[in-house]
């Protein structure tokens, strides 16, 4: 049995969990920045950075309290070490160092984006892993920064059939409130603006789909592209604006509701695409987007059978610690640590391969 310490700090939230032999959740917490943020719309990276020195310590006490344990029952340190901003990453890497180094413990860092990936099969969707008859498995993470399609094979081996070529789905969301002045986080506050609207009343663009009638370029087929989506509802707010330079009442639900749309369907036919080309048993959605419930519906409902869904739960969708802790626990049986000049990455690497399914 081992305990890993996972402690997440990649955006702007301040994250520390237990993890027991890489499944068990035994404690995860989370302090959100949301309030601090708010004001400016959207995430301000050296505001990230402070508030994450301010949380560290009393996101450790408490993930640690909640767990039942200190740092001598803690096995190993899993920490997040990119992709993300690169000021919030720094702060929780080297405190995770100076806590390895002053409890005599080894840590290692992970990387955030297979974390989200492997977050769908914490507790007791961990004996999906094990299936190999799940394979290959076609997983779509979708947040503010990603918005990547991979497939991956039950030996561990990665391919990317695709991500984002400017904007990540999250980050259509959160502008589109921003430009509507909904509020920050865009996503949780469109969804809910979005309830009771005519998601079918405004067409608003499906990009790199080739429903603009243009033929699609072959190495596009499993990108993605949400920056027209923007710029269509910024001419559409112009075009349906009151003399207060915002859209009626009457308006914004329908608006929303259809921008919404198609964002969703752009996620959800290319995913489907991709998993009957290559054969996918297995579709998994990860990522803070996966929370959006129209998305998580249309899923449902889509998915052909024979295909298993696995759809992240929703605590373990948006930025957590769980899952960088799970994570790690693949590094800690293998003995595969960090050395202590490692560094943070801002930007996705190449991957070949995910470390939960090597041998």
């Known amino acids: 049995m081992s305990l890993i310490l996972g402690i997440e700090s990649s955006c702007d939230e301040t ?19 949301i309030a601090k943020h708010a004001v400016h719309g959207g995430v301000v990276p050296e505001l990230a950075a402070r508030e994450h020195l301010v949380a560290l310590n009393p996101v450790l006490d408490a993930a640690l309290r909640e767990a039942g344990v200190t740092m001598r ?4 340190i899993a920490v997040t070490q990119g992709p993300g901003l690169i000021p919030a990453l720094l702060v929780g890497l080297n405190f995770a160092k ?5 409890n005599n413990i080894p840590f290692v860092g992970v990387n955030h984006f297979i974390a ?10 961990h004996s999906a892993l094990e299936d190999k008859a799940a394979y290959p498995l076609l997983a779509l993470v979708v947040s503010g920064g990603h918005t990547s399609l991979m497939l991956i094979d039950s030996d561990g081996r990665a391919t990317a059939l695709g991500s ?9 969301l959160d502008k589109g409130a921003k430009l ?8 949780p506050i469109m969804q809910k603006t979005a309830e009771g609207g005519d998601p079918h009343r405004f067409d608003f663009p ?10 699609l370029a072959p190495e596009n087929k499993y990108n993605f592209s949400f920056s027209g989506i923007k710029t269509a509802l910024l001419y559409h707010v112009k075009n349906h604006a009151d003399a207060e330079g915002k859209l009626p009442a009457e308006l914004l639900k329908d608006t929303v509701a259809s921008y919404q749309e198609a964002v969703v369907d752009v996620l959800v036919k290319k995913t489907l695409s991709a998993a009957k080309e290559f054969g996918a048993k297995t579709i998994v959605v990860a990522g803070g987007v996966a929370c959006n419930s129209v998305l998580r519906s249309r899923f449902e409902e889509l998915t052909p059978r024979g295909v298993h869904l696995r759809l992240a739960e929703r605590k373990y969708c948006t930025d957590n610690a769980a899952m960088v802790g799970g994570l790690g626990w693949h590094y800690h049986r293998r003995g595969a640590y960090s050395t202590p000049d490692i560094d943070a990455f ?14």
Do not use: M, N, W
């Open 98 to 102: 100076g806590l390895a180094l002053g």
């Open 164 to 172: 984002t070529i400017d904007d990540a789905a999250g980050e259509a």
């Open 180 to 187: 509507l002045g909904l509020g920050y986080p865009g996503g």
């Open 346 to 359: 801002a930007r996705l690497p190449r991957i070949t391969r995910v470390p939960f399914l090597e041998p």
């Open 206 to 215: 499906r990009p790199l789909t080739g429903a603009a009638g243009k033929p």
């Open 116 to 125: 989200h990936i492997y977050g769908a099969f914490l507790d007791e969707a």
């Open 15 to 33: 994250a520390a969990a237990v993890v027991r032999d890489g499944y068990e959740v035994v404690s995860s917490c989370v302090a959100t920045q």
């Open 73 to 76: 029952d803690i096995d190993a």
